[in-house]
């Protein structure tokens, strides 16, 4: 990786293993601001320009990973990598979980050390890249994607370093999760922004007449082709067409598009000039392209030059915490068109539309939103202006939750007894058998206990 210089807090009570490192960042070419404790690191994320922070865990003053998500709501796109001598990996899940970038497990060699902040740096500089230029096609009028959360964070950052390059990209993701917006994206940071955009669904016409919207065809090339006609690869000429659905295209078809997009070149239905073009090809898909290929029903060879460059979307109910985000976008964008004036949602609306789990995805938030906005005729969106269904729907779903985090408590509760289910009884405030009751429930088992105080390890499991 190239190397990139930038501006480093470093986090470190061991003043010996805080001047080696940053001795090491200095020699690296970064600029270094060192910190003893939590308290004096968030004053300086505060008061200075960070590229990207070193952030040991074990501080005198507090855990460093409580530290990662007050950072992270000073600075929210500011890399941290962590540094800890706790290798296990449920302090590495719990420090991604609170939002760092990345991590190492000390004593961590120098080189390693400097790839991982390296790395950060470039991540983090593309992520204030991407961020200028989203705002900068809001302010354009262009629909862009909303959300915050990590994983709809890194989809982003994805999008925009692959828009500036001609690669061609595959979207992976649910119906309604936003791929058409996210190739929109693509497009609008891409240096042929000031070219056309044109999508198509492929699931939408048959094989003949999907080969004439991509390709064009001349007159008389089949029955009602009446008069020539230009192809969406020849209008998308210096800009991007995206193709929804591709594993939907048929075989026939598929082949031909290879072909088009390796030479670009192609010859319209019924025609012998060839057309040359230079189209950037991004492709979304519901479904693992590679599976439509192991099934025959996607040719291998499209497959392998067309993904290039994978983004995964995820579903809604995966990142939840962007659900009201997204409702509020709804929000101004329906007003106008709605003659509304909603200025906010309710608490408990926003309770309901962050428990449900949203099949439909984006869309269907859409959808919802409008309708009670339709209903809603105050500055306030209230639970009562949402459908009693979704409303039901989502109480059933929090029964169900209650009941996974019921078991997830005995788990816990059992694990701190070592598996000794009478001594778990008395701390959860129920009877034996009242408790025995609720494992066979859960499909939580234990060993067989060998006498009165005496417990095994838990091995615990869901049904």
């Not at 690296?28 to 960070?50: C, F, K, M, N, T």
């Not at 800890?84 to 590495?92: C, K, L, N, Q, S």
């Not at 955009?197 to 016409?205: I, S």
């Not at 060879?301 to 915490?321: A, G, K």
Request: glycine content about 8%; proline content about 3%; aromatic content about 4%.
């Amino acid at each position: 990786m190239e190397a990139i210089s930038g501006t480093v807090l470093l986090v470190e009570d061991e003043e010996e293993v805080r001047a080696a490192l940053a001795d090491l960042l200095r020699a690296g070419g970064h600029v270094v601001i060192e910190a003893s404790a939590g308290a004096r690191a968030l004053d300086l994320l505060r008061a200075s320009a960070v590229d990207a922070v070193l952030l040991d865990l074990g501080l005198p003053d507090r855990d460093g990973q409580d530290l990662i998500p007050e950072m992270r709501a000073i600075d929210d796109l500011v890399p941290v990598v962590v540094l800890t001598g706790r290798g296990a990996i449920e302090t590495v899940v719990e420090a991604m979980k609170r939002g760092a970038d990345n991590f190492l497990v000390k004593p961590a060699d120098s080189s390693t050390v400097l790839a991982a902040v390296n790395r950060s740096l470039a991540e983090g500089r593309q992520r204030r890249r991407a961020v200028t230029a989203l705002a900068e096609l809001g302010r354009r009028g262009a629909k862009v994607p909303v959300g915050s959360s990590q994983a709809m964070r890194r989809a982003l950052d994805l999008a925009a370093r692959v828009a500036v390059t001609d690669s061609s990209v595959v979207l992976i993701g649910e119906s309604g999760s936003g791929k058409g917006m996210l190739a929109q994206l693509i497009h609008g940071l891409s240096r042929r922004s000031n070219g056309p955009f044109l999508d198509l669904n492929c699931a939408a016409l048959p094989a003949q007449l999907l080969e004439s919207e991509l390709f064009g065809h001349e007159r008389g090339a089949f029955t009602d082709a009446r008069d020539a006609k230009m192809g969406l690869l020849e209008v998308a000429n210096h800009g991007t067409l995206f193709l929804d659905e591709i594993a939907e295209m048929d075989l026939a078809v598929q082949s031909k598009l290879l072909k088009a997009l390796e030479d670009r070149r192609f010859r319209r239905l019924g025609g012998v000039r060839e057309t040359t073009v230079d189209v950037r090809v991004v492709v979304a898909s519901q479904q693992d392209l590679k599976a439509a290929v192991d099934s025959g029903r996607f040719r291998a060879d499209l497959y392998y030059r067309l993904n290039v460059f994978r983004i995964d979307l995820p579903p809604l109910r995966s990142r939840s915490e962007d659900t009201l985000e997204i409702a509020m976008s709804f929000v101004a964008e329906l007003n106008p068109v709605l003659g509304r004036r909603v200025s906010r949602i309710s608490e408990r609306a926003g309770q309901v539309l962050t428990a449900y789990a949203w099949p439909g995805n984006v869309r269907e938030l859409r959808n919802v939103v409008e309708r009670a906005m339709i209903l809603a005729t105050g500055e306030v969106l209230g639970v009562e202006h949402l459908s009693v269904d979704l409303r039901r729907r989502t109480d059933a779903e929090r029964l169900q939750t209650l009941a996974e985090v019921e078991a997830a408590h005995i788990r816990e509760v059992l694990g701190a007894c070592g598996g000794n289910v009478s001594r778990a009884a008395v701390l959860l405030g129920v009877a034996r058998s009242t408790l025995y009751e609720k494992l066979r429930d859960h499909g939580i088992v234990v060993p067989r206990e060998r006498g009165e105080g005496v417990g095994g390890t838990l091995r615990g499991s869901r049904s």
